[in-house]
T-cell receptor, first 113, second 113 residues
């Protein structure tokens, strides 16, 4: 039973560029959430997708956008990258109704130069 | 006041010790609580869910005090493998808003031989 998979695992971008991160949820899970984790901090909620729609959003600017596909996989897009966007981006999947019981992927570590 | 605050740590304890972490939350309407464990440079993993006054799983005990708005995690007979960062997570429902998971910054534990 595959868990949550994310790609790429590491990437380096320069300021102003755009990045797309991908996530496949755990088998049987229908809800995908994205988190940003800076060094030494807890994960910060970006947004959550369910049934291909953004259901909730945290305090992140519109430069952060996402998508969920019919097979429940998801993408996170960040435009006009800033140095402060450097972080570990974590995807988590869950079942509807078990909101707090998240299964995380290993994350995509983004460095913006 | 931060939504979720944890002991800043770090905690350094010898094997076999008992250690407790505290976490306070700001939203009295919060309904569910979780402890996650995160190993260095790895993804968070669910350790325990706390839906009522507390929960016990082997050496781990989580307690909830709704009146004082805090959750604690007690680890008995610490093992070297318990070394990790422990994240307190609260499922909040802000007034007029939808529920959201808020992570604390985490408390780092090192168990020494």
């Amino acid at each position: 039973d595959a868990g949550v998979t994310q790609s790429p695992t590491h990437l380096i971008k320069t300021r102003g560029q755009q990045v797309t991160l991908r996530c496949s949820p755990k088998s049987g899970h229908d809800t995908v959430s994205w988190y940003q984790q800076a060094l030494g901090q807890g994960p910060q909620f970006i947004f959550q997708y369910y049934e291909e729609e953004e259901r909730q959003r945290g305090n992140f600017p519109d430069r952060f956008s996402g998508h969920q596909f019919p097979n429940y996989s998801s993408e996170l897009n960040v435009n006009a990258l800033l140095l402060g966007d450097s972080a570990l981006y974590l995807c988590a999947s869950s079942l509807t109704g078990l909101f707090g019981e998240l299964f995380f992927g290993e994350g995509s570590r983004l460095t913006v130069l | 006041r931060k939504e979720v605050e944890q002991d800043p740590g770090p905690f350094n304890v010898p094997e076999g010790a008992t250690v407790a972490f505290n976490c306070t939350y700001s939203n009295s309407a919060s309904q569910s609580f979780f402890w996650y464990r995160q190993d260095c440079r790895k993804e968070p993993k669910l350790l325990m869910s706390v839906y009522s006054s507390g929960n016990e799983d082997g050496r781990f005990t989580a307690q909830l005090n709704r009146a004082s708005q805090y959750i604690s995690l007690l680890i008995r007979d610490s093992k070297l493998s318990d070394s990790a960062t422990y994240l307190c997570v609260v499922n909040m429902r802000p007034q007029g808003g939808s529920e959201k998971l808020v992570f604390g910054k985490g408390t780092k534990l090192t168990v020494n031989p």
